[in-house]
């Protein structure tokens, strides 16, 4: 089941982050026999990271889907950790923190010091340079992205993003990690928004522009494209779910990074970010949340 098809046997993995993507992906690999450790900067976030792990693999054992003993097995694999020194023999971190730029550089720059030569350094980030965070260390050929969608255990694609410097031998050992928890990977150089997101947001911006004009409202919007293109969200419960902070970022760095009027954000999106209705995770975006 591990990923030591590619030109490195990859064991033992920190996930720095222990939010929606960064448990997702300790529960997947952890799943698919990986050593994880979960790491964060405080004890309880790194705790509640565990106990979503917990409430999802209890979900599955009820589903039948799991054995009681699978489940066991996959908490034993789970570590909380909130010292980077933790890393000093993993083989690969994946990093999942808040998509700010200085702090991921700040991560990356510390992990470098802190891991083996030749351990695998990846980053989720939906928007930022791959290039520039594998800049920020000692080894930029041996920095990748790795991107994963919401929700990590059900969406099957994993990004596995070169930077400029990233070398063969990182690209295949992650592109055959993918594959090893059950993914399908795409290998894509850096650019911005990488494929999904440069097609998915501007998509996304669209249907809140055709709410803004009034063509129609939030609900027929959804349900338009919930009907006629068989989605299954709809644009703006979708934006809701994955943040509108987080499209809102996705837009600037393709509407900056391409320097071209068709990413032009919404007015209304940066309205509901101004006014902190970020989408479920605040309890309301366009939509209201209990
Ligand atoms: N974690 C784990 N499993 C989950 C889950 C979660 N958070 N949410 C749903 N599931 C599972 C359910 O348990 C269920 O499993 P089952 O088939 O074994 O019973 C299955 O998914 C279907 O769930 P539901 O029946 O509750 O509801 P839906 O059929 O509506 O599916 C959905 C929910 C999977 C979220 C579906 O609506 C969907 O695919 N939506 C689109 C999601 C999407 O586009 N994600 C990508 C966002 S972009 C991104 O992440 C990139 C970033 O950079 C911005």
């Given at each position: ?136 260390t000692s ?99 979708l934006a ?42 605040t309890g ?7």
């Amino acid at each position: 089941m591990k990923g030591s098809k590619g030109f490195m046997t990859i064991n033992k993995i920190m996930v720095v982050g222990s939010g929606t993507m960064g448990s997702g992906i300790a529960q997947v690999m952890a799943q698919h026999g990986y050593e994880v450790i979960l790491n964060d900067i405080k004890p309880e976030f790194v705790e509640r990271g565990l106990q979503s792990i917990t409430k999802q693999l209890d979900k599955a054992v009820s589903k039948d889907k799991m054995t009681e003993q699978e489940k066991e097995a996959t908490l034993k694999r789970l570590t909380a950790s909130t010292d980077y020194t933790d890393a000093e023999d993993v083989q690969l971190v994946i990093e999942a923190a808040t998509e700010n730029k200085n702090i991921k550089l700040d991560i990356f720059k510390k992990l470098a010091e802190i891991t083996p030569e030749d351990a695998i350094l990846a980053s989720n980030t939906s928007s930022l340079s791959i290039t520039e965070i594998a800049n920020a260390t000692s080894r930029p050929e041996k920095v990748i992205g790795m991107h994963f969608f919401n929700p990590v255990p059900v969406m099957k694609l994993v990004e596995v993003t070169r930077a400029l410097t990233t070398d063969d031998q990182t690209a295949q050992t992650i592109l055959d990690l993918s594959q090893s928890i059950g993914k399908t990977a795409i290998d894509v150089t850096d650019s911005p928004g990488f494929v999904v997101n440069r097609v998915l947001i501007p998509m996304i911006n669209e249907a809140v522009f055709t709410v803004y004009e009034g063509v129609a409202t939030m609900e027929e919007v959804d349900d338009s494209m919930k009907l006629g293109a068989n989605h299954p969200m709809g644009p703006i419960a979708l934006a809701d779910y994955i943040g509108l902070d987080v499209c809102l970022a996705i837009m600037t760095v393709l509407y900056e990074g391409f320097n071209d009027s068709k990413y032009r954000p919404c007015p209304l999106l940066k309205k509901y970010v101004e006014a902190g209705r970020l989408g479920r995770k605040t309890g309301r975006g366009f939509y209201e949340y209990a």
